[in-house]
């Protein structure tokens, strides 16, 4: 495990997952740029390790983030992106499956992050905005492109533009989460599912992931393609044999 520094977020490897808290709640888990470095450590950590498959984020208190600390932003040199930067570019690389439990606020990074999670289960009293606007400043790590072109342009305009909240239900209903709870079981229905991806065969999770993210940016004969030429040689592979040999002997 690579050190920290902030003493405000808290690793823990718990079997093939990696799990992540924000542990700022007096301060409604906002990112310093000492946590954004802790963060994008983690993630590089998580890449590199055969042991760890998924990483599971979650935030302490009644919150999930309440984004970017504004003394950053008020802080930051002409021209420069910041270390937030550095965490969007790691978390929208990261190769293995990410999953997030989300209660309370998601603001700003702390719902744009989603963006680039594979799985988010949200508690039934979780808000998420976007009042990038209404900062003065401009939808940051793709929201402009993936918020309406998985919300349509004119729900993903209410949360850019006006910066109204997105409640969990309208949340669900437009699929920027997976999965709705009550607030008390919001953790332990997130750790489930990132337990269970943790027993996937790990390439087939990774190259299932790459694919469908890839797809975002890239024209559908380019993805059908590829896809089926990788089906066909991964079939043939140690991994697959193992787990259709185990399947055909049940």
Known sequence: MPALESGQIVAENKGAVLEITFDRADKLNA???????D???LLDHAEHSEALRVVFFRGEGRAFS???????????KPGEAGEAAHFIKAIYRFPKALVAAVQGNAVGVGTTMLLHTDLVVAADDAKFLT????????????????LPAWLGYQRAA???????PMLAQEALEAGLVAKVVPT???????SEWAQTLAKKPPRALRESKRLMRSGISRGLDDILNEDLALFGEMLQSD????????????
């Open 239 to 250: 991994e697959a044999k193992a787990v259709l040999t185990a399947m055909h002997k049940r």
């Open 184 to 190: 008390d079981q919001v953790q332990q229905t997130a």
């Open 31 to 37: 990112f310093t740029s000492a946590m954004y470095r």
């Open 66 to 76: 309440a984004g970017n600390d504004l003394a950053d932003f008020l802080n930051a």
């Open 131 to 146: 009042p990038f606007v209404d900062l003065g400043a401009v939808p940051e790590a793709g929201s402009a492109k993936l």
């Open 158 to 164: 209410r949360m850019l533009l006006l910066g109204e």
């Open 39 to 41: 963060l994008v450590k």
